[in-house]
């Protein structure tokens, strides 16, 4: 009964505690963004993929840039990206920084 309760315990601290909370969840945070990032920055280079699907993957990868170089978190930066939803009332106009260009027309 006792193993039970400390495990019981142990899950709900876990469960508790912020992505951050151990220093080597930035390593593992850090391979994580950097599997996401990759996987943006395909969608965003394919030449197939729509001007839309495209651009939003460009701004994904930008607000979790803004994040990390706001905090120099990794784990935050993977947030960001995984949390990212683009604004359906936007239309996908390039904004300053962005590609003006998909080469389509």
């Known amino acids: 009964m006792g193993l039970v309760l400390a495990l019981n315990t142990f899950n709900a601290y876990s469960a508790s505690t912020d992505d951050n909370a151990l220093p080597d969840n ?4 850090e ?13 965003f280079s394919d030449r197939n993929a729509s001007p839309t699907v495209r ?16 905090g120099g978190s990794y784990c ?14 936007q239309d ?8 003006n260009y998909f080469g389509r027309g």
Do not use: H
């Not at 651009?55 to 706001?70: P, T, V, Y």
């Not at 996908?92 to 590609?99: A, K, L, M, P």
């Open 26 to 29: 930035e390593d593992i945070c």
């Open 31 to 43: 391979q994580q963004l950097t599997r996401l990032l990759n996987q943006k920055q395909m969608v």
């Open 92 to 99: 996908i106009s390039f904004r300053d920084g962005e590609v």
């Open 76 to 89: 935050e930066a993977k947030n960001a990206l995984e949390g990212y939803r683009p604004d359906k009332n």
């Open 55 to 70: 651009r939003d993957a460009e701004r994904a990868i930008d607000g979790s840039r803004k994040i990390f170089s706001q």
